[in-house]
Every structure is written in C-alpha cells, then in structure tokens.
C-alpha cells in the first residue's frame, strides 16, 4: 500500500516558522525515482504548487509566493521530503500535501498537514 504521510503542521504566529515532512512508503518505485513536491489548499481555494524538488535533489523549484521564505528539501536514504518555511503569513494558512509523481505512470498524494498562521 502506497502512503505518503505528512506531519510537522500545526498552529503557529505570523512571522513563524514549521517544518513540514513527508515520509513514503510503499511506492512501486524506488524513492528516489519520484519528483517530489508540496502542495497547499486554502479554504475556497484551487490547490496550489509551494516548491517541488527534482528526484536526486539538485533542482528546486517555488511557487513565487514562498521563494526567499521556504526550502524544499529530500533524503532519499530516509524516503523524505521536508519543507522548510519561515516568515509565515496568514495567508500561508491552508492544508498542506505531499506529491509524488514519475512521469505519466504514477502520481501520489499525501493526506495533508493543516497549517495555520494566526494571533
């Protein structure tokens, strides 16, 4: 069974910071082999792209809405992906997913991790 478990979320004061991760399990392919990235869904919102890693890590990419404000991250050893966010605004509040994707053949989410920005 595939899983993609994430953790990390919680509440936290604007100007914060949370490290998010997403450990894999069960995947058809070796970890390493999958494009990994996160996602967020607001409230009323489209699901979006925060940052996504290429499979051996040597690419990042950002939504341009986090870049300067999260790192994006893999261990390959451990089947992690870890993002790293600061400077947290409330609109950064949303429900948070992991992603795994090779190619067209396979594509996972996670469950998702709530994040909230508030006083």
């Known amino acids: 069974q595939v899983r993609l478990v994430e953790s990390g979320g919680g509440l936290v004061q604007p100007g914060g910071s949370l490290r998010l991760s997403c450990a894999g399990s069960?995947?058809?392919?070796?970890?390493?082999?999958?494009?990994m990235s996160w996602y967020r869904q607001a409230p009323g919102k489209e699901r979006e792209l925060v940052a996504v890693?290429?499979?051996?890590?040597?690419?990042?990419n950002y939504a341009d809405s986090m870049k300067g404000r999260s790192t994006i991250s893999r261990d390959n050893a451990k089947k992690t992906v870890d993002l790293q966010m600061h400077d947290l605004k409330p609109e950064d509040t949303a429900v948070y997913y992991c992603?795994?994707?090779?190619?067209?053949?396979?594509?996972?989410w996670g469950q998702g991790t709530q994040v909230t920005v508030s006083s």
């Open positions: 890693i290429s499979s051996i890590g040597d690419t990042t």
């Open positions: 992603k795994a994707v090779f190619g067209r053949l396979y594509n996972y």
């Open positions: 069960g995947l058809p392919l070796t970890f390493s082999t999958y494009v």
